[in-house]
């Protein structure tokens, strides 16, 4: 037996596993907003895609979204460079897509404030802020704004939830 052939190194695997997460997380990223993006469709709106009607932001953010995670599926399948041992990179896609589904589920019970609040200070969080009273503030002023901008300036309703607002 000839060991002309090198044993593969211990990093190398886990440079691959590592790969091999990253690639599984861009493909539920765009299973994921394929699917939202088919769901936007199902919005009623007498003005089609009429950028004062309900479906034009929603129809926005996920293309966008979409297009975001076929490029991180590129780059995942391109990428051959090897990270440090301290490699996170597919939890941030893999947390922040969680959190997207757990806010699609929590929105109508608890409310679009009470929701996007806690979804702006959890992704904060996730993708490394470590300022716990800033990002809840953050939080907080960003999620009153999206709200007022939709209710008074577009005339959308969001969901009351146990605010009632």
């Known amino acids: 037996m000839s060991t002309t052939e090198e044993p593969v190194k211990a990093s190398e695997v886990e440079v691959e596993a590592s790969r091999l997460v990253r690639i599984i997380a861009a493909v539920v990223l765009v299973v994921l907003s394929g699917t939202f ?89 996730v993708l490394g802020s470590r300022q716990v009273v800033r990002d809840i503030i953050v939080a907080v002023v960003m999620a009153v704004v999206v709200y007022i901008a939709f209710t008074q300036f577009l005339d959308i309703s969001l969901p009351e939830g146990v605010l009632g607002l």
């Open 37 to 125: 993006l088919v769901g936007v469709f199902d919005i009623r709106s007498p003005k089609g895609l009429d950028p004062a009607g309900p479906r034009f932001f929603p129809l926005l953010v996920t293309v966008a979204w979409l297009l975001l995670s076929i490029g991180y599926l590129v780059e995942g399948l391109r990428s051959t460079r090897i990270k440090g041992d301290g490699d996170r990179s597919w939890f941030e896609p893999v947390a922040l897509s969680g959190l997207l589904v757990l806010y699609a589920f929590l929105v109508v019970p608890l409310g679009y404030l009470i929701s996007t609040a806690l979804l702006f200070f959890v992704a904060a969080r």
